[in-house]
């Protein structure tokens, strides 16, 4: 056994369950191609800075999740990406791809880095999926988001998640909230859990997010940010949950729920999973369309995004028995091998097989045709072809159905017609 371990906080994937990975991925691209997304893909890591400006300065993720680096001693800070809508929108204005059409659709699924303490579903190490809708914010494009976000969901059959919802108003809404908010707090401060003090001169909103019981018992009574909202604000929240309504996707009004990140604006919403316990947040998004002027943009660009966390959807469908069904491919031929004199001949035939689409397989360790047939049928193959001297010299192989016992004599070119794609094999 090594001495070495993966890094704490991270882990790996292995076969078994990349079956899970890849039926979920599969989900996700097909979705993502209805709603005419294309897929995009950043570098691991961006230059601190972009970071600092896009998801904000007084942030969690900011100030004290991020794993910066230098990589050359007097160079800029570079940072392994911890969330991905910052990298997506610095390679939209880069490509300044609003000059080609006013709305871009990407998505992606992406491996992210973060200095959380490890826990179920929360890695250092972890994967999101999510799709960014950048050009467009009115509330069709919101609507559109949540309504690509649930049918994911729905696809992959998941039950029993809870879309909350509330909306965030304009920015100047939001500054007038902030204050009333934190003069609310401060006669609290000394009552307030050292985390939710930091957060009081940082970025009140932060508090509302506070899972401590004697918290959310404060901030029970606090001012409601609904009461804030101008009447542009008001009428875009009302058409979105009216074309929720219209959708038939079921949501609450949640008037403390507020994102994490500066960026976000208007509309923001969350599924909760009551698979996850007490951090049971699965996914979320909202509108962000300051975000590109924070990027260096001449003007603001309408923009509204979702993500959805890979290990918790997936922990999500194992305890909902969604993954049970899921079994890797299996090879359809495995080639049994009779004399290992004829190994060269057992590579070509495999070989033949393999370019004609057919998934195969053949013994590396040279061991006993007995030994082989367990094999074959340890994985599952559909078929066992049988290589020998008789075989060789004829040029025709004896085929058995693991399935139901039958076995044939035909050519290689006879097997390739029958089990080849297209042709009635498996694809």
């Known amino acids: 056994m090594s001495q070495y371990r993966a890094v704490k906080g991270a882990r790996d994937i292995f076969p078994d369950e990349i079956t899970s990975w890849k039926h979920i991925e599969g989900v996700i691209h097909r979705v993502a191609g209805l709603y005419g997304f294309r897929e995009i893909r950043t570098p691991v890591f961006e230059y601190t800075d972009l970071f600092q ?37 610095r390679a939209f204005l880069q490509k ?3 000059a080609s059409s006013p709305v871009h659709k990407l998505y992606y699924i992406a491996e992210l880095f973060r200095k959380e303490r490890p826990q179920a579903g929360r890695q250092r190490q972890f994967s999101q999926f999510g799709a960014e809708w950048l050009g467009a914010s009115s509330p069709e494009a919101v609507a559109e988001a949540i309504g690509m976000m649930m049918q994911v969901f729905a696809a992959l059959g998941v039950k029993g998640l809870r879309l909350r919802i509330n909306t965030l ?45 004697e918290i959310q018992a404060v901030i029970a009574g606090a001012p409601k940010l609904h009461d804030f909202l101008g009447p542009s604000a008001l009428e875009a929240f009302e058409q979105v949950l009216h074309y929720l309504d219209e959708g038939a996707i079921l949501y609450t009004i949640d008037p403390l729920l507020v994102r994490g990140l500066d960026y976000y ?65 299996s090879p359809e031929v495995y080639i049994v091998l009779q004399d290992h004199e004829l ?12 370019k004609s689409g057919i998934r195969s397989e053949m013994d ?8 082989q047939m367990r094999e074959a049928n340890k994985m599952r193959a559909a078929y066992v072809l049988f290589v020998g001297h008789n075989e060789v010299m004829s040029q025709a192989y004896g085929l058995k159905d693991l ?13 390739i017609a029958r089990l080849a794609p297209g042709n009635g094999g498996n694809q």
């Open 169 to 213: 108003g304009d920015p100047e809404d939001r500054v007038r909230y902030r204050e009333a908010l934190r003069e609310y707090l401060e006669p609290y401060a000394p009552d307030l859990d050292e985390l939710s003090r930091e957060r009081l001169d940082k970025n009140p909103l932060r508090i509302l997010d506070s899972k401590n019981p």
């Open 364 to 371: 590396l360790c040279r061991r006993s045709m007995k030994a």
């Open 265 to 329: 604006c208007h509309t923001a919403f969350e599924v909760v999973s009551p698979e996850l316990g007490a951090q049971d947040a699965i996914g979320g998004g909202g509108r962000y369309d300051g975000l590109a002027r924070e990027l260096g943009s001449k003007s603001d660009i309408p923009a509204v995004g979702f993500a959805v966390g890979m290990e918790r959807l997936l922990i999500t469908m194992e305890k909902q028995g969604l993954l049970q069904h899921l079994e890797p491919e």
């Open 53 to 89: 400006r896009g998801i904000g300065a007084t942030t969690d993720i900011v100030g004290k999740e991020m794993f910066t680096f230098r990589p050359e001693p007097n160079g800029r800070s570079i940072t392994l990406r911890p969330e991905m809508t910052a990298g997506v929108m």
């Open 343 to 354: 190994a060269g001949n057992a590579v070509s035939v495999c070989d033949s097989l393999r």
């Open 403 to 415: 399935r139901t016992s039958e076995q044939e004599t035909l050519s290689l070119q006879e097997i």
């Open 96 to 98: 300044n791809l609003s």
